[in-house]
């Protein structure tokens, strides 16, 4: 196959697959990346079994062909090359020859017929949803899924399609977040699927906030179509929990927040939360907020928000890392938080739907 | 018997189980909200309680993630005030795919759902772990019950139950295999714990490594960082101040921290010799559990486990001989089963008692060798020689007396366990260099001369009978 394409754009579509490829393999094949030349575009694939994406770039194709080739390495390559046009030559013992500029690299590769295919979609149901409310929705739940892998079914988040509605959810035991996507959709195409950490990850870096993605589902597996990069992944097998039971009931109190000043004052006063409880407490008295941390020993930190309440004077205590983390995904600038006693888990909530559920910890005496 | 109740049919809870089920209620209820009680609790039922291990029922299986997650502590508590001790919390629902961490209930995950538990994941492994080690593969026995359920407990929640956890038993009894397990487990289960397993001759190597490079702050970072500590064989700290003086600050950094130690020796704490009082009482202020040598059925169902998971064939009475033969050490036992089972495959003859006992030998000598005492051997010396008893404690240094006094030394380090220490004490009150000395002597002897060889051989032979 031979081939000549920009610097900009192969190493932009290279950018977008390398992720994938895991870095301790056991098939040399899964280290390298699938070029497929043909009329106007060439096609790169990297795949690790599980989660598998396809990018594609403009090219001028002189001669169709495939191949694969070290993904790291022509990557490091491509990037250093001097000039912006890049001529690649590839030979029937499947040798590329990259030349741009003066520079020349020659690099062996296998052949392409070795590469696992991606799965095809026949018979699958597919939705469309706009990539910005699907990035939003990841973002606002992807931080709480539990990375505790005795537990594989809560490795990933759960996409639960049902009643025109997609609700995201991700849970570790500890805290629970959930967004939800309005979405119309046939009675046929309801169902729950997982999809696992990995592909969740992957599939944030290469959403935007323009366009559509095309959701296909079929047979354990699920593809998202962003136009030029198609990310396909393994579904993970299994039920996940039944999430509602853990959304408490009525709030006792209601605290409205604004989210960036409330998230600062966490952040200062997390410095001085110890390594052993990891733990900050919030006192509610009279439009007030104080929060505290400290650490044996060590010292002490605390800082007072002035804040709309009216309830009785309580205090509750929260790992601070798990509450900063859905204070930093929001972009509200208000949120609330509604209490019910220090010992029942604290629910975060903004204007549209969305909560996070986050249980809390013991107030050391 | 109250303790024990289990369910009459399915899906109600007998009349014992309810009882029980209301004292534990009315001692979790005032640790925890009485929300969160009417949440998670109020329809979960007790479906058996066993003396290791109760089982509650639960609707569905959030309850299972989120009482593990949150409510373990509470309810541990409850449990010791309605049972007297801890016990394993085992969850049973109509679907459990996916969040079952209950390590003995793995078998049932399996049924319940294609579960990609059958891929296995290449779960990279703490260093210095044999992944054979987990508690899966150890064979649970009154010999042992305890210190397996109080291993299994620190795994499940670290620095939560006890801590320090100390381990001790004999050769081949299951210590580092326990502790092991515990350290494969949460490294499992967490990633974020940071899971450190080191013999103590180990830290001590390094300790003076570090002092000898300047490298002290590289050394304490390595040892008071993780968030569980694991070390076998402590009892060899016995004796190396210094190396107690490191590990004594190393111990207080990790406890303050409430970071979990668990520790292995081939003695309970108090009877390490030259262990500093401070470490000892460190040592005892958690939990102690004795591992013992297993009685028959443990080591049958040892011997059967080993060939299951092997899948080797062999004949009920070759099982029997070998639980029978091999009493003491658990190590032993499955060497020899090894052996007898790489013999019927290849041979492909038959296994007679006299094949298996000939094939076995040696193994069976070692066994006997348990029960020679020093006294023994000095015995059987003194008469071989025609000297007295006495002269082999006494100062006398003839070679006529000399001499079999330190065949007698040689005799008691290759047939007993005991230290040099402890051959010097029995020769009245020698130091252990004495005693190597001895031993290094005989050794050479015995290599130039032909008469020694045979009359040490006859002697070691008429004490192994």
Known sequence: MKFSVAKEKLLEALQQVQNVVSTRTTLPILSNVLLQANEAELHLTTTDLDVGVRGTCEAHV???????????????????????????????????????????????????????????????????????????????????????????????????????????????????????????????????????????????????????????????????????????????EGNYPNYRQVIPGEAKERVKLEREMFLNSLRRVSLLASDKSHSVKLNFSKNNLDITANTPEVGEAKESLAVPYKGREFSIAFNPEFLMAPLRALTEDEVFLDLIDEMSPGVLKIQTPFLYVLMPMRISS | MWRFCNTVNNFSMDKKC????????????????????????????????????????????????????????????????????????????PSLAGVQTSVEDAALVKEASPAPQVEARPAATVPGLNPRNT?????????????????????????????????????????????????????????????????????????????????????RKRYRQPDLLLIDDIQFLGGKERSQEEFFHTFNTLFDGHKQIVLSSDRPAS???????????????????????????????????????????????????????????????????????????????????????????????????????????????????????????????????????QVAMYLARELTKASLNEIGDAFGGRDHGTVLHACKLVKKRIAEQDNIRQTISYIDSSLQR
Not at chain 1, 159 to 170: C, G, P, R
Not at chain 2, 72 to 79: D, E, G, S, V
């Open chain 2, 271 to 405: 009877e390490i010799s030259n262990l500093e009082h401070r470490l000892v009482s460190r040592f005892e202020w958690g939990l102690t559990a004795e591992l013992q040598p297993p009685d028959i059925e443990t080591r049958l169902a040892i011997l059967r486990k080993k060939a299951n998971a092997m899948q080797i064939k062999l004949h009920e009475d070759v099982f029997q001989f070998l639980a029978t033969r091999i009493r003491t050490n658990v190590r032993r036992l499955e060497g020899a089963l090894m052996r007898v089972a790489s013999f019927a495959s290849l041979s492909g003859r038959e296994l007679t008692n006299e094949t298996v006992e000939h094939l076995l030998k040696d193994i069976l000598q070692e066994e006997g060798r348990q029960s020679i005492t020093i006294e023994q051997i000095q015995r059987r010396v003194a008469e071989h020689f025609d000297v007295r008893l006495a002269d082999m404690t006494s100062k006398r240094r003839p070679a006529s007396i000399a001499f079999p006094r």
């Open chain 1, 62 to 236: 002189d001669k169709a062909g495939a191949t694969t080739l070290p993904a790291r390495r022509v990557f490091n390559i491509i990037r250093e090359l001097p000039s912006s046009e890049i001529q690649i030559d590839v030979d029937g013992k499947n040798a590329a020859s990259i030349r741009s500029g003066q520079s020349f690299f020659k690099i062996l590769g296998l052949p392409e017929d070795e590469f696992p295919p991606l799965p095809k979609f026949e018979d699958a149901k597919v939705v469309t949803m706009r990539q910005k409310e699907l990035r939003d929705g990841l973002r606002k739940t992807s931080y709480a899924i539990s990375t505790d892998e005795t537990r594989y079914v809560l490795n990933g988040v759960l996409f639960s399609f049902k009643e025109n509605k997609v609700t995201l959810v991700a849970t570790d035991g500890r805290r629970l977040a959930m967004a939800e996507i309005e979405l119309e959709f046939p009675r046929s195409h309801e169902s729950d699927l997982i999809i696992p950490t990995k592909a969740v990850t992957e599939l944030q870096r290469l959403l935007t906030d323009d366009g559509d993605v095309k959701v296909s589902m079929s047979n354990g597996q699920i593809a998202f179509d962003l136009n030029k990069t198609l990310l396909v992944s393994k579904l993970i």
């Open chain 2, 18 to 93: 309810a009882q029980l089920w209301q004292r534990l209620s009315a001692a979790l209820k005032p640790q925890i909200s009485a929300d969160s009680f009417k949440r998670w609790f109020s329809t979960v039922e007790l479906l058996e309680a066993k003396d290791k291990s109760i089982t509650l029922t639960v609707p569905n299986n959030i309850y299972q993630l989120w009482i593990e997650s949150n409510y373990m502590p509470a309810l541990q508590n409850a449990i010791v005030v309605t049972f007297g001790g801890p016990r394993l919390v085992k969850f049973s629902a």
């Open chain 2, 135 to 219: 508690f899966e593969s150890f064979v649970v026995g009154p010999n042992n019950e305890i210190a397996h359920a109080a291993s299994l407990a620190v795994a499940q929640a670290p620095a939560r139950t006890y801590n320090p956890l100390f381990v001790y038993g004999g050769v081949g009894l299951g210590k580092t295999h326990l502790m092991q397990a515990i350290g494969q487990f949460v490294w499992a289960k967490r990633k974020n714990m940071k899971v450190l397993y080191v013999s103590s001759e180990l830290f001590i190597n390094e300790f003076i490594d570090a002092i000898q490079h300047s490298n002290l702050v590289k050394f």
